[in-house]
Structures are given as C-alpha cells and as structure tokens.
C-alpha cells in the first residue's frame, strides 16, 4: 500500500523556521521525481520545490528561493522541505507528493504572529 505521510507543521512567527517531513512508503521512493506543492487558504495548488530522484538536482519556485531546501534521503524513504524566514504568505497546507499518482494528505503551515 502506497503510502506519504507528511509532518513538522505548525504554528511559526514571520521570520521563524520550520522543517517539514514525509515519510513514503510501499513504492519505489527512490526513483522518482519528488515535489513539495502547497495550497494557500481560497487559492489552488502552487508548486514549491522538486528533487530528482538522486538529490543531486532540486528547482524552487521563485517565492520561495533561497528560503526553502529540499532534501530526500532514499536509504529512509524520506523527503524534507527546510523552511526559513516564513512569511504570512507561506501559510498553506504543504503536500509531498510524485505529481504522478501519489500524494500525502498535508501538513498546515500557519505563519502567524
């Protein structure tokens, strides 16, 4: 059974960090493509980040560029999304997921004073 659980969301005041997790199971984690996306309150679903299935590779979208690190550790099955300097408009509930066909249900990010 295939598998993203996602965690490390929470409550963080403008300018704060967080660390967000996922934990994939039941496919071959390791060979994929893997993307962090968001979806802000009232609005559709924003890409955030991507890494290729070696590390070796990651793209961010220009809103979150050097703020956001995305890092994957294929020998855990775990992708990572390193989050700092939040601001208000990160608020969002944040997915892992392959764009294919596997996605996690998300984790809440409110960046709030």
């Known amino acids: 059974q295939v598998q993203l659980v996602e965690s490390g969301g929470g409550l963080v005041q403008p300018g704060g960090s967080l660390t967000l997790s996922c934990a994939a199971s039941g496919f071959m984690f390791s060979t994929y493509l893997m993307f962090w996306v968001r979806q802000a309150p009232g609005k559709g679903l924003e890409w955030v980040s991507k890494i290729k299935p070696a590390g070796d590779t990651t793209y961010y979208a220009d809103s979150v560029k050097d703020r956001f690190t995305i890092s994957r550790d294929n020998a855990k099955n775990t992708l990572n999304l390193q989050m700092n300097s939040l601001k208000s408009e990160d608020t969002a509930v944040y997915y892992c997921?392959?764009?294919?066909?596997?996605w996690g249900k998300g984790t809440l990010v409110t960046v709030s004073k």
């Open positions: 997921t392959n764009l294919i066909n596997y």
